[in-house]
């Protein structure tokens, strides 16, 4: 099972729609929880945090649910600007590596 | 923002060269990494430093090498490049505590013919 897994996609939704991603990881001592974007053939770019009580920047909110392991991503209003892959990354050590790990990735296709 | 930089950005090289990727931040990070994806794949750790004179290898094991002899400087050097190695490698550092995000530079892509 991998550490960290997620719903590869693609999501094809029209501008103006509700999506929702999920992911799950394995390690219950995971602290760290982190939602990035990745454009095509692009760098990863931090998209936001994920905190224990639920977060909100804008349209986006995450969630993070520790006793079922999973972090969504919720992203209301979607722009056609939207359309990326969104990784769920996640640090299962609670020393202080900082090794995240990262999922595959959610494709999200955003349509006109 | 983070600045941290990668070179070259594209790299097509013959099997049996040596290559060094250069990354360097100025924001004084003490942790840098290095990752390696390839297309659709998920990012692998390959390399990461705590600070000066401190490299461990990651999840993914490689034949790079690489060395932290300056704080802002974290180069990753192939001895012998092989067709194996073509993929993105991906620099990025993150400041010291435990969770703190990491800043991706923009990544080399490496070709070995």
């Known amino acids: 099972r991998k550490e960290v897994e997620q719903d590869p996609g693609p999501f094809n939704v029209p501008e103006g729609a509700t999506v929702a991603f999920n992911c799950t990881y394995s390690?219950?001592?995971?602290?760290?929880f982190f939602w990035y974007r990745q454009d095509c053939r692009k760098e990863p770019k931090l998209l936001m945090s994920?905190?224990?009580s639920g977060n909100e920047d804008g349209r986006f909110t995450a969630q993070l649910n520790r006793a079922s392991q999973y972090i969504s991503l919720l992203i209301r209003d979607s722009k056609l600007s939207d359309s990326a892959t969104y990784l769920c990354v996640v640090n299962p050590d609670p020393g202080a590596t900082n090794k995240l790990i990262f999922g595959t990735g959610t494709l999200l296709a955003v349509q006109p | 923002e983070a600045d941290i930089y990668q070179t070259p950005r594209y790299l097509v090289i013959g099997t049996g060269k040596k290559i060094t990727l250069e990354c360097s931040q100025t924001?004084?990070?003490?942790?840098m990494y290095w990752y390696q994806q390839d297309p659709g794949m998920e990012l692998h750790l390959i390399h990461y430093s705590y600070g000066v004179n401190s490299t461990e290898k990651g999840d993914l094991s490689s034949e790079s090498t690489v060395s932290r002899i300056r704080t802002e400087h974290f180069p990753l050097t192939l001895e012998s490049a092989r067709p194996s190695h073509t993929s993105q490698y991906l620099c990025?550092?993150?400041?010291w505590g435990n969770g703190s995000p990491l800043h991706f530079g923009n990544g080399t892509r490496l070709t070995v013919t």
């Open positions: 990025a550092s993150s400041e």
């Open positions: 994920v905190y224990s």
């Open positions: 924001m004084g990070h003490d942790k």
């Open positions: 390690n219950s001592a995971s602290q760290s």
